[in-house]
């Protein structure tokens, strides 16, 4: 009897997750290259001696979606968005990071940083420093960065083979242990920002869904938990004699 409530707690387990998720990816809904995420489900059997396998519900990864965002113009010459399969490269004090949040500054040291304060790297595995008496910036498709018609250095731009080995950290950030490869298709456009892929009315349906679906599992425990009490209840009476 127990195997039906397992069941609906498994699922009722994976829709919480799912909610998370969902949650997650509106609450970023205007974070400038932004990923939506999603739950990856399969079903589980376990063995039950002596009657058939029990079928459970199983989360067993969280699936990017790395399809391009929408370009916002900001007009802003250190906003710089992503056009292709590339990452901005920033050196962090954990190691080397990636990002699609070309959302740029020059901090106090003339580096040119994330909206965080972390270097972002040049082709040189450098961070780029500016002139000190600023000047019309202008970055080119390919990275160039250029003050005042003077080139000062070039943004560097990687790829993946699979992106979906990216491991997901804070202030738009991600980390993986594969090797970081040329992106000669990506292009950089001045003035731009990629904002967040994620569709709000997409997700408020999906929160909906979700939201049926453990209220659906959870009709199921309590009805199956009437029926043990019933089955008790009926057991236990002393039987006419």
Do not use: C
């Not at 979606?65 to 007009?75: L, Q």
């Not at 731009?192 to 569709?199: F, G, L, P, R, Y």
């Not at 009709?219 to 039987?239: F, N, V, W, Y």
Request: no cysteine.
């Amino acid at each position: 009897m127990e195997n039906t409530l397992y069941i609906a707690l498994s699922y009722q387990t994976v829709m919480q997750r799912q909610m998370d998720v969902i949650a997650n990816n509106i609450a970023n809904v205007s974070t400038p290259g932004f990923k939506g995420e999603q739950m990856m489900f399969v079903e589980y059997l376990a063995d039950a001696v002596g009657k058939d396998d029990v079928s459970f519900v199983q989360d067993i990864a969280v699936v990017r979606d790395f399809r391009e965002g929408a370009f916002a113009k900001t007009s802003n010459p250190l906003d710089v968005a992503i056009s292709g399969r590339g990452w901005l490269q920033v050196d962090t004090p954990t190691g080397m990071r990636y990002t699609r949040n070309g959302h740029l500054q020059i901090d106090a040291k003339n580096m040119l940083t994330t909206a965080t304060g972390l270097p972002v790297l040049g082709d040189n595995n450098k961070p780029i420093t500016m002139p000190p008496n600023g000047g019309n910036i202008v970055i080119s498709a390919e990275g160039t960065v250029s003050v005042d018609n003077q080139q000062i250095g070039r943004l560097k731009l990687v790829s993946f083979e699979n992106e979906q080995l990216l491991r997901k950290e804070s202030d738009s950030l991600y980390t993986t242990d594969a090797p970081a490869l040329p992106a000669p298709k990506a292009k950089l456009v001045q003035g731009m920002i990629e904002e967040s892929n994620v569709k709000p009315i997409i997700e408020i349906t999906n929160m909906i869904s979700a939201m049926r679906e453990f209220q659906s599992a959870q009709q199921m425990i309590e009805e199956e938990h009437k029926r043990q009490l019933t089955a008790i209840d009926t057991l236990a009476r002393p039987s006419n004699v």
